[in-house]
């Protein structure tokens, strides 16, 4: 056979596996989502019909769904920037050549290996009001105790920390590893020039730094939009309405009530919110 | 790298070492407070003053989180629901990022396959759960390790294919031009030249594969539901929303549920900053 | 061409490999040997209590195995919903939530038990039942055929500081919300680190049991009988605005409170009423290894207002799945969890509420648990949840309402109106709603 015939059925061969469990995992269902998102569908009762646009029109009526668009962005913003800001501050550390800093790096990174869960079981006890080692040092330093998770006010603030410190050492890692991608000569170089520390890193870390911090903000922006497990296990979206986020309100609507076309609808209405975040993100970054 | 040099004041270096243990005792501490809070007494969990070092240590919330929650059950299925999803995504993956990477795919496919990939990595994965979840009742895999594990290649196979791409394009082909010059066949090149060679990328994507699938709720309580099946996670989630002031067991199952993830992260840390180099790349 | 074939067999082998282990071990279980009959109950002290009386099980019928399956309260209904629904039989006998019956009637999941029990000859005694805890068990509501029998006789009671209302000479037991408003009101005022009450303010279902009690005193109704929801009545504000005063003397933090806060603060002795515990929670309150305050907690049946006392009941039953392969085993288990005998066993043996009066009245049964009279007065009143399959939809609207009045996110009537409008929405889709 034609050795170049060959590579090309070689390379379909190759991919078709992959080919198939995405048009069965996500193509198909993303297909599928966006037509139940025009049914009513209760699948307790096995009752389905068809309602066009009704899906979407009681969702951006519905008070509690808005609030969960706003607390999610506001916890993304919130929670992106925050890692963004601690994992940029890590690893410019981490890039000092230190005594121990071969036996620290493996430690700070140790968060983002937990099971989510396992963070939230721990991080609930410390933000508990009576209980929580939080509040007993905030009595130590003279600060009143705070309701983490009961004030309407705090407890989204609760969750971003929690999630900062699971996941700034995701951050901290990509940026490390793009300050190792800088070569020590122009650093070398600015300094022959006079440059000051803080120009070095205005105007040799920061520019090739760049590519590095595009992607982990679009990743932690991606991957903050889709917050479940925290705010479902540590403050079950409430107060009130104050943590209930996209995910949370589309598992309840999906797999509590199982009303699968409203659950559709918020699915394909997340998507499309997501998309348009990311898509502003790229056009802005690319300026 | 930059090294502290003579240059470096001394006002600097105090500094630079009190932020360095702030964020070691920040990034310690809640790890810390979950091992001990899993051996103190009841009494020393619950108590308006803190206990920073438990008096004395006793294993009964071990003992009931293993002998009387079974927990030993749970983990084992975890680790039977990862290892599948790491095998699966591995498998495919490698073969769908060699093609990507070497073989000559028409180039639109290429492109569009991979924009599919990064598409589906950046898609709200709750958003396809629903129509998932109805294949797979149909197929009877709804309640199996199997189900969710195919169900996780949402996940993993992107991401694979993904850190997978960057370990291939990052490796000189002139090897393999070599071997194909002597006329073996891809997959005798594959097996004896590409994977030796990529087995480093091939072990940091199985692992951050592994660690996500170890730890993942969402697709989990969705998928599960009899206790025979159960992933530490859904266990771990229901004690917290069931019994939410159990502490001491509570952190003893958490902390039991970390320790695969954290044995195996000393061992491989180099592998993990690795392919966060590729992720970027 | 071959070797690429090669690698192809070896992958199916490893898939069908994989496949076959996924498929056949969920299977294993059930291959030979004697009956299992496999029961899907809540978790907790549900499954305690019925481990207690195994025993006995076992004794009397060898050949029949009892498997059982312990679920989070929510994963529970998920499970049997979609095993019934579907028809897959993996469950034999179903711990129900009485909330949940009217969706499992409607849906024509359930056998009949009656009709079963006549069929194989076996006789249910049901006059020694308390008629509420039998009546939420019948398809329809109170008059139609059994379809499941009450084995846990959940009601909502109260509990109080009776050395506190004596010190201070307050009514024992407070006969109106306003009385034990006052109370909690004199109480934390004299008593340093002593909250008036402690209640349960999680959102979601906690909430709305917490609540329902002083709503239903007040006279107001959830949904009338044309399916008219009625939440927003003035007797519904009147009420949420005494229950929002009576959290103003819960600890903070109230926000999210559920049984375990109430319960810590109660045994403690830091709460000098808990204005709704259920008998789970009170079962060691005279145990002096947990609790600071043995013999002076006074458990009592929830006070009226405007009419008369209206505890909540929830109890919980088991039922048959039509899907079930083995009803004649599970209806004998059934039968027998639910006798007299077994009932006080579990009763002595983890303070597992009973649904029969006998038990309630038995000496050795009240000398263990001083309230039990005032339990089976307060079930015998008890009043249930509407009898409509959409509960816990209205319960979730509900229960998030509540709760951002609580926060002081809406006014009462703001928080009461808003619930309405969504609860209206759910009843007409539902075909529940037939006003105008």
Same mark, same amino acid.
């Given at each position: 056979m034609n050795p170049k015939l060959k590579d090309k059925l070689t390379s379909y061969f190759f991919i078709l596996p992959s080919l198939v469990i995405f048009t069965l995992l996500t193509i198909y269902p993303m297909m599928e989502t966006v037509r139940l998102s025009f049914y009513r569908y209760y699948y307790i009762r096995q009752r389905v019909w068809f309602v066009g646009f009704k899906n979407y029109v009681w969702l951006l009526k519905n008070d509690l769904f808005l609030r969960a668009i706003f607390n999610t962005l506001e916890f993304d913003f919130m929670a992106t920037s925050l890692q963004f800001l601690i994992g940029l501050l890590l690893a410019l550390i981490f890039n000092v050549e230190f005594k121990l800093r071969k036996v620290f790096l493996p430690f700070v990174i140790l968060p983002m290996l937990l099971p989510p869960v396992a963070v939230c079981s721990v991080w609930k006890l410390m933000l508990d009001?009576?209980?929580g080692i939080i509040n007993d040092v905030m009595d130590y330093v003279g600060l009143p105790r705070l309701n983490w998770l009961g004030d309407p006010n705090l407890a989204m603030l609760s969750i971003v920390i929690v999630d900062t410190w699971q996941y700034t050492p995701f951050v901290f890692l990509v940026l490390l590893a793009g300050l190792q991608s800088i070569p020590r000569e122009l650093y070398e170089a600015a300094m022959i020039d006079g440059a000051g520390k803080f120009d070095r890193f205005k105007n040799v870390t920061l520019p090739l730094l760049k590519p590095f911090i595009m992607v982990v903000i679009l990743l932690r922006v991606i991957d903050t939009?889709?917050?479940?497990t925290k705010p479902a296990l540590i *403050?079950? %979206? %409430?107060? %009130?309405?104050? *943590?209930? *986020?996209l995910t949370l309100y589309f598992y309840k609507e999906a797999?509590?009530?199982?009303?699968l076309g409203i659950g559709s609808a918020a699915a394909v209405i997340m998507t499309v919110i997501v998309g348009v975040v990311s898509l502003v993100y790229l056009l802005k970054v690319k300026m | 790298m930059i090294v502290m040099g003579g240059k470096t004041s001394k006002v600097e270096k105090i500094a630079f070492y009190t932020v360095l243990a702030l964020v070691m005792v920040l990034v310690l501490f809640p790890i810390y407070w979950m091992a001990v809070t899993s051996i103190k007494t009841e009494g020393e969990v619950i108590?308006?003053?803190?206990?920073?070092?438990?008096t004395v240590a006793t294993l009964e919330h071990y003992k009931e989180v293993i002998i009387?929650?079974?927990f030993v059950k749970y983990i084992v299925n975890t680790a039977i629901v990862s290892v599948i999803a790491v095998l699966i995504s591995l498998i495919t993956g490698a073969f769908a990022a060699y093609a990507l990477a070497r073989l000559p795919l028409p180039a639109k496919l290429a492109s569009s396959f991979l924009f599919f990939v990064l598409l589906i990595r950046m898609l709200?994965?709750?958003?396809?759960v629903i129509p998932l979840y109805l294949i797979l009742d149909r197929l009877n895999l709804i309640n199996t390790l199997l189900g969710l594990a195919i169900a996780y290649q949402v996940y993993t196979l992107p991401y694979s294919i993904w850190l997978l791409l960057g370990f291939f394009r990052a490796l000189p082909s002139e090897l393999e031009e070599a071997a194909m010059v002597d006329g073996a066949s891809r997959l005798i090149i594959l097996k004896d030249v590409v994977f030796p060679m990529i087995a480093p990328g091939l072990a940091s994507t199985a692992i951050l594969n592994f660690i996500m699938c170890w730890g993942e709720y969402l697709y989990a309580l969705i998928f599960l539901s009899s206790p025979?099946?159960?992933t530490v996670s859904v266990v771990i989630g229901g004690f917290i929303t069931e019994y939410g002031t159990l502490w001491g067991e509570l952190c003893a199952a958490a902390l039991l549920s970390s320790l695969p993830v954290l044995a195996f992260s000393f061992y491989v840390q180099k592998y993990i900053i690795r392919s966060y180099m590729m992720i970027s790349k | 061409m071959y070797s690429t074939r090669g690698i192809g067999k070896k992958l199916s082998l490893l898939l069908l490999l994989v496949m076959v282990t996924g498929f056949i071990a969920p299977h294993l279980a059930l291959s030979k040997g004697p009956v299992t009959i496999t029961i899907a109950m809540a978790a907790g002290y549900h499954v305690d209590a019925l481990k207690a009386i195994l025993k006995y099980w076992e004794k009397e019928h060898p050949d029949i195995k009892v498997r059982i399956l312990a679920f989070g309260y929510h994963d529970l209904y998920e499970k049997i919903v979609i095993d019934m629904r579907e028809g897959? #039989? $993996?469950?034999?006998v179903i711990e129900i939530d009485d909330p949940w019956m009217p969706e499992f009637c409607a849906a024509g999941w359930l056998t009949n038990i009656d009709e079963l029990a006549k069929k194989v000859g076996i006789t249910i005694n049901? $006059?020694?039942?308390?008629d509420t805890a039998l009546w939420v068990g019948r398809c329809p509501y /109170?008059?139609? =055929?059994?379809y499941a029998l009450p084995e846990c006789g959940n009601v909502e009671l109260m509990a109080y500081r009776v050395d506190l209302f004596k010190k201070y000479g307050?009514?024992? +037991? +407070? /006969?109106?919300w306003s009385e034990v408003l006052k109370a909690a009101e004199i109480i934390s005022k004299h008593e340093? #680190?002593?909250?008036g009450t402690v209640m349960r303010g999680l959102r979601g279902n906690p909430i709305v049991s917490n609540f329902l009690p002083v709503f239903w005193a007040f006279g =107001?109704?959830?949904?009338d009988e044309r399916g008219v929801?009625?939440?927003?009545s003035s007797e519904a504000v009147e009420a949420l605005k005494i229950w929002l005063a009576l959290a103003k003397? $819960? +600890? +903070? #933090?109230m926000s999210t409170f559920s049984s375990d806060q109430v319960k810590a603060y109660l045994y403690e002795g830091? =709460?000098?009423? =808990?204005t709704e515990v259920w008998p789970g929670w009170i079962g060691?309150?005279?145990?002096?290894e947990v609790s600071k305050v043995v013999g002076k907690v006074d458990i009592c049946v929830p006070p009226g207002e405007k009419t008369h006392p209206s505890p909540m009941i929830g109890v919980w039953l088991f039922g048959i799945p039509h899907? $079930?392969?083995?009803k004649v085993e599970a209806l004998k288990f059934v039968v027998f969890a639910t006798s007299a005998e077994m009932q006080k066993i579990k009763a002595l043996a983890t303070g597992y509420p009973p649904t029969r009066k006998s038990v309630y009245l038995d000496p050795e049964v009240v000398k263990k648990y001083r309230w039990y009279p005032i339990q089976l007065k307060a079930l015998m009143t008890s009043r249930p949840r509407p009898?409509?399959?959409v509960w816990a939809e209205i319960e979730s609207i509900l229960g998030l309402y509540l709760s951002k009045a609580l926060i002081g996110e809406m006014s009462p009537q703001q928080a009461l109106n808003a619930a309405n409008a969504e609860i209206l929405e759910v009843l007409k889709e539902a075909g529940i709603y037939k006003g105008g």
């Open positions: 009001y009576r209980f939009f889709k917050i479940f *403050t079950g %979206g %409430g107060p %009130g309405d104050a *943590t209930e *986020t797999f509590k009530f199982f009303k | 108590t308006e003053v803190p206990v920073w070092i438990p009387d929650m079974e709200p994965s709750g958003a396809f025979d099946v159960l | 897959r #039989g $993996s469950y034999d049901y $006059s020694d039942f308390v /109170k008059t139609g =055929a059994q307050l009514p024992c +037991p +407070p /006969k109106t340093p #680190g002593i909250y =107001a109704r959830i949904i929801p009625r939440v927003n003397y $819960s +600890p +903070p #933090g830091k =709460a000098a009423i =808990a060691q309150l005279d145990n002096p899907s $079930s392969k083995h009898r409509v399959p």
